[in-house]
């Protein structure tokens, strides 16, 4: 949260999100327990903000798209990249709409980065959890389900 204050939407943040709740294990259909993923400790000087913070995807999407057109920036939805060219006064991006120009070029565009593969630079890393999860966002009627957890089945 504190990378959102500083980018002025800590306030719509705060009133948007929440705390993150404890999680509750289940197995054949029978609670087993709570499980915590977060380490949830006081605040202090160092770290202000004590406990872990969520908020939907789309709304800190939302909250920073309108951030950015305050600050006089924009997004263009639905073009990709194809290609990039850099020389010493910055990069120009093919895209989907046309050419682009910019100083800087910043990929962050996921796991299968095109600017990672068009600068040539590999994918390293490892998988560091041999058992996923998949996260939903549902609604479920007449359940034993509480929103006072994040259940795992």
């Known amino acids: 949260r504190e990378v959102l ?3 002025g939407v800590g306030d719509a943040v705060r009133a948007y999100g929440g705390p993150a709740p404890i999680g509750m294990t289940w197995e054949d259909g029978e609670r087993k327990g709570t499980y915590d993923m977060f380490r949830r400790a006081a605040p202090t000087e160092a770290e202000p903000y004590g406990e872990p913070w969520l908020m939907p995807q789309w709304r800190t999407q939302e909250i920073l798209f309108a951030r950015l057109r305050e600050l006089g920036g924009d997004v263009l939805f639905s073009a990709a990249l194809t290609d990039l060219a850099q020389d010493t006064d ?18 962050a565009d996921g796991g299968r980065s095109t600017v990672r593969r068009a600068l040539g630079i ?32």
């Open 5 to 7: 204050d500083d980018l």
């Open 122 to 153: 590999p994918m390293e890393g490892e998988t560091v959890d041999p058992a996923p999860v998949l996260v939903a966002d549902v609604r479920i009627t007449e359940s034993a389900l509480d929103r006072l957890n994040w259940h795992f089945f």
């Open 90 to 107: 910055g990069v120009t991006a093919q895209l989907t709409t046309g050419p682009a120009r910019a100083s800087y070029l910043v990929a």
